[in-house]
C-alpha cells in the first residue's frame, strides 16, 4: 500500500508510480490528487485522521476492493505513458509554431 | 469596535445545543475582534441554580457574562436583569437575542426597542409549525399573536440557521427582515481518539451505532430502538451495539429502557449519560454509524460533530440540515418509519466502502460549510448591515 496523503500537490508522481508497479494507494480528496489518481485509489480526507484510518482499514480489510483499486490503477496509467505525453507536448509545440507564423 | 450583547434565556448544559452554541459565538466573535458581553439567568435546569454570583461581571469564555437570578422555572422570569439591561442597553450596537418564548428574550427586544438599539432573533426552532404545536401550544400561539409577533416584525433581523427553519416559520406571511446564518463548530471537537472505547469488550468486534443528545421526545428514540430491534432480528452479519449517550427527565429514561427490554435489546443498548472530552472522542472514534432519528431538529449540531468526525449518518427528514448535507452525498436522509430505519441501517453495515466514502465526504462537508471561520464572518457582516441601516420604530 501506498500513502499520499497530503493537503496539496501539484502532481501527485508517487500516485501513478504505486499504480505502475501493482500497489493499493490511499491519496486525498483534495488538490490535484483524485485527478491524478482516477478510479485508482482510496480518496481520504486529509484533515481527518478517522477518514484516513477509514481508508487504510479498508485497503487491509476489504480485498475485493483492493484487487479492483489495483486493477484501475493499471488502466490508469496508461494515460501518463511517455508516448502519450510526448505526443501531446508535440501537439502543443505544432500548434504554437502555427500560430507564430501565421502572424 | 462593534459592541454586541448576547441575551439567552439559560447557558445550562442540561438544554442542550442552544446552550452550547453560544459559547462558540461568543469566541468566534471575540477573535473577529467583536467586544462581546452575555446576560443570562442562573438557570440550571427545573427547579436548579447554578452557582455563579449574580448581577456582576464574570470574565469567562474570554467575554464578560452577566448572570441574574432566575425568580421562575416557568419564563425563566428575573426582573434583575430588566432593571440591568435598561441601564446598560445603550452601551451597545445591537443585541442579539437567542429564544423566542422566554422572559428575558421578551423584556431584552422590548427595551432594545425603547431605547432604539437594534436587535437581533434567534428563534431557535420555535417559529416552525412543529415548534409551535409543542409544549404549551396555546399559550405559544396567543402569545405570538400579542408579544412576540410585534417584536418580530420590528427586529432588525431574524436569524435563522438554516433555509428550512425559515422556509418552516409561522411568520413567513408577515413582513420580516431575516438572514440564514448557520452554526460553526470547533472542528477540533470532531477530533477522534482511540483512547477507551477499544478497551471496552463491549464494542470490541461488534457494529457501534451512536446517538448523541439530550434525551426527550422530540429526539424520536423510540422509533429508533424499534428499527434496531427490528434490524437485529433480521440481522445476519456482525453483532450491533446501540449507545445512546445523552441525559433526559428520569421517568422518560426509565420508560425508554423498559421499551428496549420489551422489544429485547436491553443486552444491546448501552445508556451513557451525558458525554464530553475524551469518552466522547472516543465514540466519535468508534462508531461505524450516527443515527439521529429526530421528529424536528432546528439545527442539529450533533449531527455536524458525527459528520466532521467522518461518520456514515442516517438522519430524519426532521433534522434541519439534513437534506443540503444528503445532497453532498454526505449522509442519508430516511422517512421515520421503523422498517425504513431498520433497513438503512443494514444497508449501511453490510457497505464498509459506501460507509468510508460517506465518511469523508461528511467530513470535508463539515470543514467546507459549518465551520466558525465562516459563521464569524457571516454574524461580523449581518451586525455591520444592521447597526448602519435606519429603524423606524
Known sequence: MVTLISTKEGFG???VEAQATGRSVVTSSTSSMPEVAGEGAILVDPYSSRSIRDGIKTVIENSEYREAIIRKGFE?????????IASQYASLYRKLSITKESQ | MIKVLHVIPSLSQVHGGPSRALPIIEKTLT???????TATTNDNGAGMMMDKPTGEPQLENGVTRWYFPKQTDFYKVSRPFSRWLRHEVTRFDVV?????????????CRIARNAG?????????????????????FLKKTSLRFIEGQLIKDAAAIHFLTKKERTESVMLPYKMRSTVIPLGIDISVCETSSMILEKLPMFRNRFVILSLGRINLVKGLELLLEAFAEFTKSNTGQEAVLVLAGTGGEAYLESLKNLSRELGIGDSVTWLGHVDGDLKSSLLDVADLFVIPSESESFGIAMVEALGAGIA?????GVAIAKEVEEAGACKVVERTSGLWAEAIANILKDPVGRMEMGRRASSFVRNHYSIEAMGRKLLGLYKSVISSERTY
Do not use: C, D
Not at chain 1, 490508469?76 to 508516448?83: A, K, L, V, W
Not at chain 2, 442579539?96 to 431584552?108: E, M, P
Open chain 2, 96 to 108: 442579539h437575542v437567542h429564544a423566542l418564548f422566554s422572559y428575558t428574550s421578551v423584556s431584552a
Open chain 2, 117 to 137: 438599539v437594534p436587535y437581533i432573533i434567534r428563534p431557535l426552532g420555535v417559529l416552525n409549525t412543529y415548534g409551535m404545536n409543542q409544549s404549551k401550544a
Open chain 2, 313 to 317: 449518518t442516517i438522519a430524519s427528514p
Open chain 1, 13 to 15: 508522481l508517487p500516485i
Open chain 1, 76 to 84: 490508469n496509467i496508461g494515460r501518463f505513458s511517455p508516448e502519450k
Open chain 2, 31 to 37: 477573535e473577529a475582534g467583536v467586544w462581546v458581553e
